[in-house]
Each structure stands twice: as structure tokens, then as C-alpha cells.
């Protein structure tokens, strides 16, 4: 009998983000391909960590997270979206938002339950899917505004349809869904009685004065919604993979379950860390992170003009797809790469967020940079217009 890999590795290969940011660290270069956010962390976050590190936090915490983590949790989202959380039995703290996801995935569908996911779509939420042998089922957002059609989603419906992913703000589009869409969402998930998972991991980076709203704070909709967020992009600590998972508690027990089979808990002092930093940080520091994350979008979009490529602006999250039609290449991989070699500045193929032959005219880059960096992004692509 031959040795062989499993049939699941065919579901989780080397994405596009990572081998886009091995060929920028062969080549030197400013990786604006992975959604690494090298800002500077809360002080707060640091010491909290830190103090508890030295004080012993060092082993085993509840499956759920630690207790002052979720009920600070539970207090930020009241705050900011209005959602009433037990925090004892409707809070799930894992190994980051993609562990979150993964445990709800695991806990809620079944092999060959079909979930509606809006294209283009982030990458390990597909793989994700496709791990635990759930089945993707497609529905284009239209350019420019990102929108979509009830139409659209109605004939994505089949007896095997179990849920819908909805990520808001988005990544790679940057799409924020507003109250009207998300209660047409709900509206057809009730209808159809489906879940819904939502990943709200940029819910403070909101630009040019619109707001997040949370799907589960709809009306019949908190019993159905699994919604999923974090600290790693909120605290600029993405290796710190602290994410959660906040639902009904009949499916928040299960999800808790697999989060202790798959990882146990997550890493104790670092839990501590994004305590301290929600206890003591007010509002005005998420408030702040939209001003500040607005203006590195318009130097970097106002740089991608400048460069002849041009950019998808975005109403949230950190990133900008940009169209690549004067780049040499026939596909998506070829115009990133050759933007690499040219410039040295790193992004990602369009087709990464596309499950056909979508997005070859588009390139992702990332802006969650320190200004110095960003600003040297910038002048680096402006060595396209001479290509």
C-alpha cells in the first residue's frame, strides 16, 4: 500500500497571502501581501501581558477563556453594538478569530452542508469550510459598492443549505454592510431558517463616517447569528491569536467543546494582556483607530493613483484591492509578482478571493504600516508609472 497524504490536505494548501509573503522576504521587500499589522501596541496590552507572565498566569486557563477577558468582552460589545452577552455561558475565547471559526464550523455543520459565502471572499474562511467538508456556495458582490442582489442569494438556496458567512467590515473589499442589507440578510436567513456566521474582526476600522452594525442585534436574529471577532487587529497583536466566538449558548457549549479538544484555551497571560488593555482603554482609543487607519487609506490609495493602479476605495478594514490593467501579465499572480520585482512592495493576486476565473485584473495590498514604511511603499510604487 503507497503511502499518501491525507484527502483534507487538498483543502488547505499554502494560501496566496503566505507564498506572497515568502517570495517579498526572498526578495527584501515591504509586505503589503499578509494582513500583518506592525503598528505600535497599547502600552497597557504590553504590561497587562507581562505582569502576568511574572505573576504566574502561565498555565492552563478555562476552555472558554478567562473570566475578566470575557466579561470585558461582553462590556465592549454592549458599549459599541448594543448585543447583551452572558458572558459565562455566550463567550467562546480560542486560538485567534480563524480558531473561533473553526470551532463553530465544527460544532454546527455537517459534511456536505452547503453555506453561502459573498465573493470576493477571504480566503481561510473557504478553506475553513472546506475543512470540516462543509460546501461553499458563491454570490458575487458588484463592484464599485460592493453590493448584492436578493436575487442572487434566493437562487444560491438548495435543501442542503445550512448557513451564510457574512464579513463585515471585509476583507478584501473592504465593504461595510449596512443596517438595510444586514436586515435583508436577516430577513432571508429567517425565511430559510439558516445560521449565520459573521466574522467582525475590523469592526473599528470604519471610514468616512458610516458605522458597524452587528447582524446578531437584528430583530430574531441573535439565536441564529455565530458572531466572530478579536483583539489581533484591534491591539496590532495578530501573533498573540486571541479571537472569540459569541452566540446562544446552545451552540456556544459545543463550540467551547472543540475549542478544548483543538487547542485547550488560549495562551493565558496573553488573554490577560487584551483584558488589561479592554479594562483600561476608553473609547476614544477605538474611536481613534478609524481616524488614524483613514488616513493611511488615502496616502496609500492617493499613491496608487499616482502609480496607475487604481484602487477599489474602501469603507473598512485595512485593505485595497486595485486594478492592475496596464501591469504586465495575463493573470492576477504574474501582475503581483511583477509589481514585486519592480518595486519591491508585496501584494496579493486578486484571484486568491475569487473561486473561478474572477479577480485576475486585481491585487490586494494591506496598509496596517507604520507611516515611515507606508510612506516608503508608496514611493516605491511609483516606479509602475516607468514600466
Given at each position: 500500500?503507497a503511502?499518501?497524504?491525507?484527502?483534507?490536505c487538498?483543502?488547505?494548501?499554502?494560501?496566496?497571502?503566505?507564498?506572497?509573503?515568502i517570495?517579498?522576504?526572498?526578495?527584501?521587500?515591504?509586505?503589503?501581501?499578509?494582513?500583518?499589522c506592525d503598528?505600535?501596541?497599547?502600552?497597557?496590552?504590553?504590561q497587562?501581558?507581562?505582569d502576568a507572565?511574572?505573576?504566574?498566569?502561565n498555565?492552563?486557563?478555562?476552555?472558554?477563556?478567562?473570566?475578566?477577558?470575557?466579561?470585558a468582552?461582553a462590556?465592549?460589545?454592549?458599549?459599541f453594538t448594543g448585543?447583551?452577552?452572558d458572558?459565562e455561558?455566550?463567550?467562546?475565547v480560542?486560538?485567534?478569530?480563524?480558531?473561533?471559526?473553526?470551532?463553530?464550523?465544527?460544532?454546527?455543520?455537517?459534511?456536505?452542508d452547503?453555506?453561502?459565502v459573498?465573493?470576493?471572499?477571504y480566503?481561510y474562511h473557504?478553506?475553513?469550510l472546506?475543512?470540516?467538508e462543509?460546501?461553499?456556495?458563491?454570490?458575487?458582490?458588484?463592484a464599485?459598492?460592493?453590493?448584492?442582489?436578493i436575487?442572487?442569494?434566493e437562487?444560491?438556496v438548495?435543501?442542503?443549505?445550512r448557513?451564510?458567512?457574512?464579513?463585515?467590515?471585509a476583507?478584501?473589499?473592504?465593504?461595510?454592510?449596512?443596517?438595510d442589507e444586514l436586515a435583508?440578510?436577516?430577513?432571508?436567513?429567517?425565511r430559510?431558517?439558516?445560521?449565520?456566521f459573521?466574522?467582525?474582526?475590523?469592526?473599528h476600522?470604519v471610514?468616512?463616517g458610516?458605522?458597524h452594525?452587528?447582524?446578531?442585534?437584528?430583530p430574531?436574529?441573535?439565536?441564529?447569528?455565530?458572531?466572530?471577532?478579536g483583539?489581533?487587529?484591534?491591539?496590532?497583536?495578530?501573533?498573540?491569536?486571541?479571537?472569540?466566538a459569541m452566540?446562544?449558548?446552545r451552540w456556544?457549549?459545543?463550540?467551547?467543546?472543540?475549542?478544548d479538544?483543538?487547542?485547550?484555551?488560549?495562551?493565558?497571560?496573553l488573554?490577560?494582556?487584551?483584558a488589561?488593555?479592554?479594562l483600561s482603554l476608553?473609547d476614544?482609543y477605538?474611536q481613534?483607530l478609524s481616524?488614524?487607519?483613514?488616513?493611511?487609506?488615502?496616502?496609500?490609495?492617493?499613491?496608487?493613483?499616482e502609480?496607475?493602479l487604481?484602487?477599489h476605495?474602501?469603507q473598512?478594514?485595512?485593505?485595497?484591492?486595485?486594478?492592475?490593467?496596464?501591469v504586465p501579465?495575463?493573470t492576477?499572480?504574474?501582475r503581483?509578482?511583477?509589481?514585486?520585482?519592480?518595486?519591491g512592495v508585496?501584494?496579493?493576486?486578486?484571484s486568491?478571493f475569487?473561486?473561478?476565473k474572477?479577480?485576475?485584473?486585481?491585487?490586494?495590498?494591506?496598509f496596517?504600516?507604520d507611516?515611515?514604511?507606508?510612506?516608503?511603499?508608496?514611493?516605491?510604487?511609483?516606479?509602475?508609472?516607468?514600466?
Amino acid at each position: 500500500m503507497a503511502l499518501k497524504l491525507g484527502e483534507r490536505c487538498g483543502c488547505v494548501m499554502q494560501s496566496e497571502i503566505r507564498s506572497m509573503s515568502i517570495e517579498c522576504a526572498r526578495m527584501g521587500g515591504i509586505n503589503l501581501s499578509q494582513g500583518v499589522c506592525d503598528t505600535p501596541v497599547p502600552l497597557e496590552v504590553l504590561q497587562g501581558a507581562a505582569d502576568a507572565i511574572m505573576q504566574g498566569v502561565n498555565i492552563y486557563t478555562h476552555h472558554t477563556g478567562i473570566r475578566e477577558l470575557r466579561e470585558a468582552i461582553a462590556d465592549k460589545q454592549r458599549r459599541f453594538t448594543g448585543m447583551e452577552l452572558d458572558p459565562e455561558h455566550e463567550i467562546v475565547v480560542s486560538a485567534g478569530a480563524t480558531g473561533a471559526m473553526y470551532c463553530a464550523f465544527q460544532a454546527l455543520l455537517n459534511r456536505g452542508d452547503e453555506v453561502i459565502v459573498f465573493e470576493p471572499y477571504y480566503g481561510y474562511h473557504v478553506s475553513t469550510l472546506r475543512a470540516v467538508e462543509a460546501v461553499p456556495v458563491f454570490v458575487s458582490l458588484d463592484a464599485p459598492d460592493w453590493s448584492f442582489r436578493i436575487e442572487n442569494l434566493e437562487a444560491a438556496v438548495t435543501p442542503g443549505t445550512r448557513a451564510l458567512l457574512v464579513n463585515t467590515p471585509a476583507n478584501p473589499s473592504g465593504k461595510v454592510f449596512s443596517r438595510d442589507e444586514l436586515a435583508l440578510i436577516a430577513d432571508f436567513a429567517v425565511r430559510h431558517d439558516l445560521f449565520v456566521f459573521t466574522d467582525e474582526m475590523y469592526e473599528h476600522f470604519v471610514y468616512d463616517g458610516l458605522s458597524h452594525c452587528s447582524l446578531a442585534t437584528l430583530p430574531g436574529m441573535k439565536e441564529r447569528t455565530i458572531t466572530v471577532s478579536g483583539l489581533s487587529k484591534t491591539f496590532s497583536v495578530t501573533g498573540w491569536r486571541i479571537g472569540y466566538a459569541m452566540c446562544d449558548a446552545r451552540w456556544a457549549g459545543a463550540i467551547g467543546y472543540f475549542n478544548d479538544l483543538f487547542y485547550v484555551c488560549a495562551p493565558s497571560p496573553l488573554q490577560a494582556g487584551v483584558a488589561a488593555g479592554l479594562l483600561s482603554l476608553d473609547d476614544g482609543y477605538y474611536q481613534a483607530l478609524s481616524v488614524e487607519y483613514a488616513a493611511k487609506r488615502e496616502l496609500f490609495c492617493q499613491a496608487l493613483v499616482e502609480a496607475g493602479l487604481r484602487p477599489h476605495i474602501p469603507q473598512g478594514a485595512y485593505y485595497v484591492l486595485a486594478d492592475t490593467d496596464g501591469v504586465p501579465g495575463s493573470t492576477a499572480r504574474e501582475r503581483a509578482m511583477h509589481i514585486l520585482r519592480k518595486t519591491g512592495v508585496a501584494s496579493v493576486p486578486g484571484s486568491a478571493f475569487y473561486h473561478g476565473k474572477g479577480g485576475e485584473s486585481l491585487v490586494r495590498f494591506c496598509f496596517a504600516k507604520d507611516t515611515p514604511v507606508l510612506e516608503a511603499a508608496c514611493e516605491k510604487l511609483l516606479k509602475l508609472r516607468f514600466s
